[in-house]
C-alpha cells in the first residue's frame, strides 16, 4: 500500500502547517496539522471532498484549534 501522495502544503507566520494529502485508495483527503514540528497526529482530517479538505486546514492556519 503506497503512502498518500501531497497534493497541498502551507503555513503560518506562528509555525502552525499543514499537509493536505489523497489517498487514492479510500478516495479521500486527509489534512494533517503541525504546530511547529509537532505532529498532531490525533488531530488527523479525513473527508472525501476537496474544498473541505482546503477549508479545514485554512481555518487552521487562520485561528488555530
Given at each position: ?17 499543514i ?16 504546530d511547529?514540528?509537532?505532529y ?26
Amino acid at each position: 500500500m503506497a503512502r498518500p501522495s501531497i497534493v497541498h502544503q502551507a503555513s503560518d507566520p506562528n509555525g502552525r502547517s499543514i499537509v493536505i494529502r489523497k489517498d487514492i485508495e479510500w478516495d479521500e483527503y486527509i489534512v494533517q496539522f503541525f504546530d511547529g514540528a509537532e505532529y498532531l497526529s490525533l488531530s488527523d482530517y479525513h473527508t472525501s471532498h476537496w474544498e473541505d479538505a482546503h477549508a479545514t486546514a485554512m481555518l487552521y492556519l487562520k485561528k488555530g484549534f
